[in-house]
Every structure is written in C-alpha cells, then in structure tokens.
C-alpha cells in the first residue's frame, strides 16, 4: 500500500517517506519536519492509536488515519485522540489529495501539489493577483499584507471574484501610493 500512495502521491508532487513500525513513526514524526503523516493504525509493534497518542503529546503536525478498521468506534476514537481525519480503506487516491490539502490549508503550511491546475487556483487583474488556496493577495508578485484578505465562497462565481479583486486593486493602489 505504501507503495501505491508513494507512486500516487508523487505523481501529484508530493514526496512520501514510510517507517515499517510505530517507534519508528514516532522518531520520523518528531525529528523529521514533516508537512502531514499518513498513519496506518495496524503496524508492527505498537498500534497506530498509540503512535497518535504519543505525537500529539508534543507535535501538532497534522496526521491523517488512513486504516481498513473504518468502523465508527474506531473513527471515533481517531479523531478523539488527536487525527485531523480518518479515511478508511479503500479509499480513492483524489479524495485522499483533496483531505490533504484541504488540511495543509487549515493547518496554514500552505503546500499544494506543484501540478495543481494554477489557472483555476489563481486569478489577476492587472498587477494584483489572488490566490485561491493560500488566500494570499499579491500585488506585483509581492504578498500584500497589509491588505484586508477577501476570499470568493466559490471559483465558479468569477464575476464575484473578479469585482473582488478590483476592489483590491483600488485599495492596494492607494496604499501604496
């Protein structure tokens, strides 16, 4: 399986390193810098609940359960213990990379994949620029911070969008001048 997601996932831009224990997933989760885990709750040793516990006692990385024990008292207890979410197996590749990204973003370690679609992930209007999944507004490829952030509820409203990121435009434009 770890292959699988490895070859998936890489796909995708994303990197994938396996343990083939629970201490070893603790170390790697603790020492390692790592953007998100994807645990397995049947390993070798020391159960993928345990390996949770003792995370979350001094990491807040967020982790994902990815487990064929998908019933409720276990998805339950995932999440009670710490999981930011819990997909049992089988589960389908995009919906795993959709629950990842979805989780970078809310835990604001802003990755997506490299080969996401940018033409539907950003929208310009002159020198200002806004991207959807970071939520971040540029004006002249710099990081507006100043700016009060404006986000659209839906890609699919792009006049929404488009007046939105022309009021910033005129908003950023005094600003800075």
Same mark, same amino acid.
């Given at each position: ?59 807040? !990385?967020?982790?994902?359960?990815? &487990?064929? $024990?998908? =019933?409720?008292?276990?998805?339950? *207890?995932? %999440?009670?213990?710490? @999981? ?27 990755? !997506?994949?490299?080969?996401?679609? &940018?033409? $539907?992930? =950003?929208?310009?209007?002159?020198? *200002?620029? %806004?991207?959807?999944? @970071? ?35 005129? $908003? ?6």
């Amino acid at each position: 399986m770890a292959d699988l997601l490895r070859q998936s996932l890489a796909q995708e831009g994303f990197d994938l390193s396996s343990v083939q224990s629970g201490e070893e997933g603790i170390e790697q989760g603790r020492n390692a810098g790592l953007d998100l885990i994807l645990l397995d709750v049947n390993l070798p040793g020391m159960n993928g609940f345990e390996v949770l516990r003792r995370l979350r006692r001094d990491s807040d !990385v967020p982790i994902i359960m990815l &487990t064929a $024990r998908g =019933e409720e008292i276990d998805r339950i *207890v995932g %999440l009670e213990i710490g @999981a930011d979410d819990y997909l049992p197996k089988p589960f389908n590749v995009r919906e795993l990379l959709a629950r990842i990204n979805a989780i970078l973003r809310r835990a604001n370690r802003e990755r !997506v994949a490299p080969h996401a679609d &940018t033409s $539907r992930r =950003e929208l310009k209007r002159g020198a *200002v620029s %806004l991207d959807l999944f @970071a939520r971040v507004v540029r004006r002249d490829g710099s990081a507006a911070s100043s700016a009060p952030r404006r986000r659209a509820s839906s890609a699919s409203r792009a006049s929404a969008i488009s007046a939105t990121c022309s009021r910033m435009s005129t $908003r950023l434009g005094r600003r800075a001048g």
